[in-house]
């Protein structure tokens, strides 16, 4: 009888209503496209996009806490604690006897912002610090997870952004404040499945990481706090960390403006005077590569310089032939010693190790400026120490570095001029990582006029240098993620005994772009020739 009284168009509305509780379940149902969050007494107990729950567990699990009093390491601390439940707030709080963490969740269209604050209560310093705030269920397995590497990062001179990608989706897990910390997803706990992981989140060391993972050096001082904030941004098929996290990337650069000038595109030739740690009694630093030269007379030093510019005549011309900016000399000082003490990287010592040299190198450097080419040197950011006896020496790591380069570097530039610097080992002596990007952000502003090509590199080294990469390593270009922040941005790409025929087409992409090539320019290698086309296309493709 209802529906006999209803007009056409109140039955038209009823019956599309009907359908759609047909479809949906539910007359209010609709499909997901925004984050939702669920609390139970223990932490979270949902976290839905799109109509999944990618919830794997919400307690916060904090698995280290290192406290130090002084020196001395504080034991038997508590990593249970309390837990406090605030669902209007969307908070969840672990109290301990040292202090407490509260984590805050903050949904938003596509992202979930978390937000972990570790308050010190204590007399002692929290030194490190890991937990694992949720833990996430993916619908399939993530693809870039090899069922061993954990997928981590860290804010160390970049944005910390880790995509995972599954089917039907990708999300992202992003972090940048501005200061040091390690994130990611350690590993799955469903292996081989590779659906369920950990959100990690650490400062200091956690042993069961691998040894090249970084020391994150963020203590937080007796009564004092810190917080560590990062998002997880959900994307359909074919999104990436680019564009889901492209403002992180773009707050990132504004950040950190790049400050490199260097409009000089054109290609650098490598030199090495010597080979590494040959024995030779009576040509110890191994120049030349001859075993023949002495240097322990007046006669054999005598050849060693006609040689020795000998080299240099021929290097110009091939660096001429190639159209050459200049050229970087690794080993002024000779090699002496095995790796990785063979390149040397301190000029100011080259006399006092290399004594044969002192009346050579000035002419040698002289050669180049005087056809016009650049010249430059490896320094390193260690000082070298020598045994007793002479027949060894190791690096050791300095408290300065940045004064120590610059020491190096301004002694060659006032000696020989030089302006391109090749710098060795740029790592930190506790975990091998990159070190800290200041350093070359001072170099840079201390030697307005000089170029400075570290050997290793994270992404804002590239504000402020142009890193050298290998082609036989897998490099042909500049990242493009790096280009789209540094539009300016370059990379040195040694592309000596790499597919240069492989890779062309990236390579001719890169020196278009501005990315410049290194090259062995003591002889005719075979592959300058094709550096030289590579040149030739990227500049008929402009």
């Given at each position: ?287 030349l590569q001859n075993g023949k030269l002495r240097v322990d007379t007046e006669e054999g030093i005598d050849l060693l310089k006609a040689r020795i510019l000998e080299y240099a005549d021929g290097s110009i011309a091939n660096l001429k032939q190639m159209n050459a900016q200049g050229m970087i000399t690794w080993d002024i000082e000779g090699q002496q010693f095995p790796h990785a003490t063979s390149y040397i990287g301190d000029p100011r010592a080259f006399e006092t190790l290399a004594p044969e040299m002192r009346g050579i190198a000035d002419d040698y450097f ?103 990469q290998e082609l036989r390593q897998g490099h042909a270009l500049t990242d493009p993620l790096v280009r789209s922040l540094y539009p300016k941005a370059f990379t040195t790409i040694y592309t000596a005994d790499g597919p240069i025929d492989a890779r062309h087409a990236d390579l001719v992409s890169g020196v278009k772009q501005g990315d410049i090539l290194m090259f062995r320019a003591w002889f005719n290698d075979s592959g300058n020739q094709k550096d030289s086309e590579i040149y030739k296309e990227a500049q008929s493709a402009k």
């Open positions: 009888m209802y529906y006999q009284n209803l007009s056409s168009i109140q039955m038209s509305l009823l019956i599309l209503t009907l359908l759609l509780c047909d479809v949906t379940g539910s007359i209010t149902a609709k499909p997901q496209s925004e984050v939702s969050i669920g609390w139970d007494g223990k932490g979270l107990n949902s976290l839905r996009y799109g109509g999944v729950d990618y919830l794997g567990f919400g307690d916060l699990q904090v698995n280290q806490v290192v406290l130090r009093h002084a020196h001395e390491i504080v034991n038997d601390v508590d990593t249970t604690g309390v837990i406090t439940i605030d669902p209007a707030k969307n908070t969840l709080t672990r109290d301990f006897p040292w202090g407490k963490i509260v984590v805050e969740y903050q949904p938003s269209g596509n992202r979930l912002d978390g937000k972990v604050e570790v308050s010190n209560r204590s007399e002692n310093t929290i030194d490190e610090l890991w937990i694992q705030p949720l833990g996430l269920r993916f619908p399939s397995k993530i693809r870039e997870y090899d069922g061993t590497t954990p997928l981590l990062t860290n804010t160390l001179g970049q944005p910390a952004v880790i995509q995972a990608s599954y089917d039907g989706g990708v999300l992202v897990l992003a972090s940048h404040d501005g200061k040091p910390l390690q994130i990611g997803f350690p590993w799955s706990s469903d292996r081989p499945a590779a659906t369920q992981f950990p959100l990690s989140i650490n400062t200091g060391r956690v042993n069961m990481f691998p040894n090249s993972t970084p020391t994150i050096r963020r203590p937080i001082a007796p009564h004092a706090s810190d917080t560590y904030t990062f998002s997880l941004r959900f994307g359909d098929r074919g999104a990436s960390h680019a564009t889901l996290a492209s403002d992180v990337y773009r707050d990132f650069a504004a950040e950190f403006p790049p400050t490199l000038v260097w409009p000089d595109r054109r290609p650098i030739g490598a030199l090495f005077l010597s080979t590494a740690a040959a024995g030779w009694p009576n040509n110890p630093r191994g120049w002289r050669r180049f400026r005087d056809a016009g080419l650049r010249v430059g040197v490896c320094i390193r950011p260690q000082k070298l120490v020598i045994s007793s006896d002479r027949t060894s020496a190791h690096q050791i790591p300095v408290d300065d570095v940045t004064a120590l380069l610059i020491d190096k570097a301004t002694y060659a530039k006032k000696r020989w001029g030089a302006t391109l610097f090749y710098v060795d080992s740029n790592v930190n002596p506790d975990d091998l990582n990159p070190m800290d990007a200041a350093v070359f952000k001072k170099l840079a502003a201390a030697f307005p006029d000089a170029l400075f090509l570290p050997e290793h590199s994270r992404m804002l080294y590239y504000a402020y240098t142009a890193p050298i």
